[in-house]
C-alpha cells in the first residue's frame, strides 16, 4: 500500500513539474543587458518600442547623443492608445505582426511602459516585461532612418522658430511654408507663426495638374526667397500636398527640403501656438542655380513608357492608389473616367481612398515604420536596389510616398507626375483590370 501511495505521489510531481515546465516563468527583463541575453536563447522574444516615432526613426531624445530603435522593435507610440479603440489595436497589433503568445518586451523612455503593458493584457498578451532604461544604454548599434533629420517634429521646428539651435539645425537659413489646394482660407485663420503659403494651383497646371513650367515653377521659389541652399520645411493640413511641394523642389534644385512628420496635426496636437493672417517673404534673392539641378526626381511619360520596357526585377513603377483603383473598380476620383491600372504597374499601397495614405502613416498621422513600409513594397518586388518611380491619381500620394522613400535611403526614386490621369487619357496606352496574377496573397 506504501509503494502505491509513493508511486502515486511520484506520479502526482512529475504532472505538476511537466505543468509548471509550460507556465509562464519567464523572468521579467528590466534592463538592456537582460534582453541581449535573453534574446540570444529565444528568437521569439518581441520587443515594443512605445515612444515617440521621430525618437523611433532616428532623433535623439532628451539630451541623448545617439537615437533610433533596437534591431527589429516594432513602434507603437503609447500614445496611440487613445486613438485606437479596441477592435482598431487588435488589427493594429496583428498588422505588425506581433502574437499574444510570445514573451513581449516594451521600451518607452521612462514612460508609457505601464499603459502600454495594461494594453497588451486586454489583448490577450500573457508575458510582457517593460524596460526604463533610456535607449542609449541599449550597447548594440541602433537604427534609423538612413535620413531621418529630413523628416523633422513639431518639436524641432518649435525649437527652431525660438532660436534654441536644434540638432541638425538650417546651415543657410530657412523658410516654413504650408502647401494646400486653393486660396489661405484655413491658413488666414491659424497656421505656424511665420510660415508662408502656397497654393498647389500655382505648381500645378491643366490639364493633368502635372508640374507648372520650369519658369513658372522658379518664380513661386523666388517669390518665396528660396535659395538653393535654404532649408525649405513643408507642412500641410494632410501632408500629401506638401510632399508634392517637396517633390518639387527637390527637382528645383534645393538641398534641404524637410517634412513636418505628422503635419499641420502634429504642431496642434502639441498645443505649440499658431499664428493668423498672412506672413510675406521680403528676403529678395536668387535661386542660384538653373532648374531643374536634378530632373531625375521627376518621370514624364515617354520615360514611363520606357521604364515598363526594361527587366522587371530592376525597376518598379509603383501604382500608390487604393487596391479598388489598382484592381479597376474604381478611377478614385469624380473627374477621372477610365478605371484600371498602367499595364506592368506594381500595387505599393495607399489608403482607404484617394485622399488617405493609411497604409503609410501611423494612428497620429506621421510616417509608419520604415522597415514595415518596405515590407509591404517587397512583397511586391518593389526594391531599393531597382529604378523606381512613384504614381496615383496626379501626383499628390506619389508624392508622399517618394519622400518617404527618400528619408528612408532609397536612390533611384522619382514621381511619375501625370499618373493615371494622363496616361488613361490616351486609348493607345495599356491598361489592366482585375487582380493580376502575380498578386502576394497577404497584399490586400
Known sequence: MRSLNQLFVTCLLAISTSCFAHADTTTPITTFKQLAHQQQTNPDIQVIDCRDSNYFNGWPQGNATRGGHIPNAINIDSKWLTLLTSEQLTTFIKNRGLSPTKPTVLYCGGNGVSAMQKALKQQGFTSTSGITEPVTDYKGKLQKLANFEHLVSAKWVDQLINHKQPLYAPQHGYKIVEVEWGPPSTYLLSHIPGSLYVNTNDIESKPWWNKVSNADLKKVINDLGIRYNTTVIVYARNNMSAARFANFLMYAGV???????????????????????????????????????????LTGLQQAKALLQQ?????????????????????????????????????????????????FNNPDGTMKSGALIAKQWAKWDIKPTQKVAFFCGTGWRASEAFFYAYVMGWKNISVFDGGWYQWSADKNNPISQGVPDHTPYSAH
Open 255 to 297: 538641398q534641404d527640403v524637410r517634412l513636418l512628420n505628422g503635419g499641420w496635426n502634429a504642431w496642434v496636437n502639441a498645443g505649440y501656438p499658431t499664428q493668423a493672417f498672412i506672413n510675406e517673404n521680403h528676403d529678395d534673392v536668387s535661386f542660384g542655380k538653373s532648374i531643374p539641378a536634378n530632373p531625375q526626381y
Open 311 to 359: 527587366p522587371r526585377d530592376s525597376h518598379s513603377l509603383v501604382s500608390i492608389r487604393t487596391w479598388q483603383e489598382y484592381i479597376g473598380n474604381t478611377s478614385g476620383y469624380d473627374y477621372i473616367k477610365p478605371k484600371g491600372r498602367i499595364k506592368g504597374a506594381k500595387w505599393g499601397h495607399a489608403g482607404s481612398d484617394s485622399y488617405h495614405m493609411q497604409d
